[in-house]
């Protein structure tokens, strides 16, 4: 057929239509046009069917190709986000590399100068302002008097200018000397200034001649430290880890100690006059909706020590703390920065508690609470020992107890007070468990408030005006003896009292146990009488048995170095990935990772607080033993875990086993003892 040409190829089949000048193609690529005129031709695509080729339009993506660049750019911008957090982390844990200059006189603005050509330029506008230009000798004379005007007029404001520096030097030298002096005003003052950009927050509390006492608040770990950081794989990649729970407590105290010396180290900038620095760390505890102080550090700084200590740049400032007469205190293997213990520190005590009822927080769990002197005769007590060691010398100095027969409960006896005025006491009912009167008043933890319901009356013919709960001392089941816990009473206490002859008054008194102790007797210091309240000491459960493995799921009954008593089982153990529980991807690493779930109830009376991830481990196979690692889980982890009494809470533990290993026990540990295994076969 004239002017139609057919082609069959790899590709398909094709086909012209149409003289050279001008033919039409048709084929699998599509249809187009071509033009021919001896050596010469052109040749375009109309767009019209056919199917792509590699110099046709360009393919649309699949829906794996997306999603694939949608989670690159997901992990590129978690990586940033993690380099930024962890960038102010650095800058936090460097703090105590500042250098602040030191304070000195501040220099003065000088004479102020006295423009005397704009003086005398005035003088001279104002003299022939309303004189004629033509009247020439008249606009000559008031130019003449007019500089002498002006003459006088700068010499008056030299000489204001002269009073004004003089006055400025002196005003200056005044502020100086106050502060070189420790005027306390003008150095809280100063200090106050220098800490108003500080990154975390302090101020001075106190000063007190050449010493500085200044109070740092600072944030919770979660607050400041991120729980990933940003490392590179071997092949030179960035890639997000997640932090271990001894890194994360180490960054936190770095973050602490850092900036810690750097408010000392400002505090000897500024105050040039001041030689030692006292620092307390606080930070904010939640308890149940209300804000407690926590103390966490306590330190004293002199300034010649801390001049040579901060001359070596690769000194860690932690070291500084620790060896600057301070208190900090770390728990577990992980080296946790946990409140300090200031059961043994009155004076601090002290401090701690005025400071957080200045600023409306409750006070610190473990610290001396204020105690009246006992009175009595014949009692001597040391006036240089501390609150704790006062009672334990008057409780030893009471006369022997004389032990009646059971069932003194509603026995009325007599007893005689310092002042020979008798009074008669009956025991009414024991009272386990109470809640303190005061909202302020927290008992340590691993403690209970006991009480007893007593009736005193009056059977002297003088008016009784005595504080009965001073002289009652409660012993355990171990001969343990106990003072009141005046401030921790509750309604009606029984202190305080003006009784009239023949009167009666009904009342608690209360001690302060531990859980695992029971009350026995009660019994007065200066008189031989005793009630006996029902022997034995409260510690049913022991530490558990570990002469042999307890199966899963089976409740094993331990106690706490708090005395707290609680119930532990294991529910299960699994094998899981932890890259499916986390939104960021996960540094690769060999071994398999376990997930032991487990289940833990209170059986002590007060509300209970347990920490089991620093002391939880799992054996494998070779009986080779695994800490804990900080992964993520597929529930919650078991970090902290309060209880009320007869509740039940759960949460889980993980580990990373290597590839060959299996477990098959769980073992736990309390005071570095082993409390309890459980043989732990593998759940789904």
Request: hydrophobic share 40%; aromatic share 6%; net charge negative.
């Amino acid at each position: 057929m004239p002017f139609v040409s057919l082609g069959v190829s790899t590709r398909g089949i094709s086909a012209g239509i149409g003289p050279r000048l001008g033919r039409v193609n048709v084929g699998t690529r599509g249809v187009g046009a071509s033009s021919r005129l001896g050596p010469l031709g052109v040749s375009t695509g109309t767009g019209w069917g056919g199917g792509g080729s590699r110099g046709g339009a360009r393919r649309t993506p699949s829906v794996a190709t997306f999603e694939r660049e949608l989670r690159r750019a997901q992990k590129n911008e978690a990586i940033e986000s993690w380099e930024r957090v962890n960038h102010d982390l650095d800058l936090l844990r460097r703090a105590h590399r500042e250098r602040f200059p030191n304070a000195s006189m501040p220099a003065d603005q000088g004479v102020k100068k006295i423009d005397a050509e704009k003086i005398e330029s005035y003088a001279s506008a104002a003299a022939v302002l309303g004189i004629s230009v033509f009247r020439r000798k008249a606009r000559a004379e008031a130019v003449e008097d007019s500089k002498l005007a002006a003459a006088e007029e700068i010499k008056r404001l030299e000489e204001e200018a002269e009073a004004e520096h003089r006055a400025q030097r002196a005003e200056l030298q005044a502020e100086w000397d106050l502060l070189a002096s420790n005027d306390p005003e003008t150095v809280m003052v100063a200090i106050e200034k220098a800490f108003a950009d500080n990154d975390v927050s302090a101020a001075p509390i106190d000063c007190d001649g050449a010493a500085a006492t200044i109070l740092m608040r600072i944030g919770p770990p979660t607050d400041l430290v991120p729980e990933c950081y940003v490392t590179l794989t071997p092949g030179g990649r960035k890639t997000v880890k997640k932090r271990t729970k001894t890194d994360f407590n180490a960054a936190y105290a770095q973050v602490l100690s850092s900036n810690a010396l750097a408010t000392i180290n400002e505090l000897f900038a500024v105050a040039p006059g001041i030689s030692e620095g006292r620092l307390l760390v606080i930070q904010d505890s939640p308890s149940h909706g209300a804000r407690r102080v926590a103390p966490l550090y306590c330190g004293r700084f002199f300034r010649e020590e801390l001049a040579g200590a901060n001359s070596g740049p690769s000194r860690d400032p932690l070291e500084i703390l620790e060896a600057a007469d301070g208190l900090i205190s770390f728990k577990g293997r992980t080296r946790e920065v946990v409140p300090l213990d200031l059961r043994d520190e009155p004076e601090l005590s002290s401090v701690v508690v005025e400071i957080a009822s200045s600023i409306g927080w409750l006070p610190p769990v473990n610290i001396v609470h204020d105690v009246m002197p006992p009175l009595g005769q014949g009692i001597s007590v040391s006036a240089t020992a501390s609150p704790a060691a006062a009672l334990e010398e008057v409780a030893a100095s009471a006369p022997a107890p004389v032990i009646p027969a059971p069932g003194e409960i509603g026995v009325a006896k007599l007893v005689s007070d310092y002042q020979g005025h008798q009074y008669e006491i009956r025991p009414l009912e024991v009272l386990d468990s109470l809640t303190p009167l005061h909202e302020a008043v927290t008992l340590t933890r691993g403690k209970r408030l006991l009480g007893v319901r007593m009736e005193i009356r009056n059977l002297s013919s003088e008016r009784l005006d005595d504080t009965p709960e001073w002289d009652l001392v409660l012993v355990d089941g171990l001969g343990k003896k106990h003072e009141s816990a005046h401030i921790a009473s509750v309604e009606p206490p029984l202190g305080g009292l003006h009784l009239e002859p023949g009167d009666r008054r009904v009342g608690v008194v209360c001690w302060e146990l531990r859980n695992k102790e029971r009350p026995d007797r009660i019994q007065h210091k200066y008189a031989e009488s005793t009630w006996l309240l029902g022997g034995g000491q409260f510690n049913p459960h022991g530490r558990g048995s570990v002469d042999s493995d307890h199966v899963a799921d089976e409740l094993l009954p331990l106690m706490t170095e708090d005395g707290c008593a609680l119930e532990v089982s294991v529910a299960s153990v699994s094998k899981y990935d932890p890259q499916a529980y986390c939104e960021y991807p996960l540094e690769e690493v060999e071994g398999n990772h376990f997930v032991v779930e487990l289940k833990v109830g209170a059986i002590g009376p007060p509300p209970l607080v347990v920490e089991l991830f620093d002391r939880a481990y799992l054996i494998d196979d070779l009986n080779q033993q695994y800490e804990p690692v900080f992964a993520e889980l597929p529930g919650q982890r078991f970090d902290s875990l309060r209880l009320n009494a007869g509740s039940f809470g759960s949460g889980q533990v993980g580990f990373l086993l290597p590839l060959e290993r299996k477990p098959v026990s769980f073992q736990l540990t309390l005071d570095g003892v082993k409390v309890g295994q459980w043989r732990v076969p593998l759940g789904g």
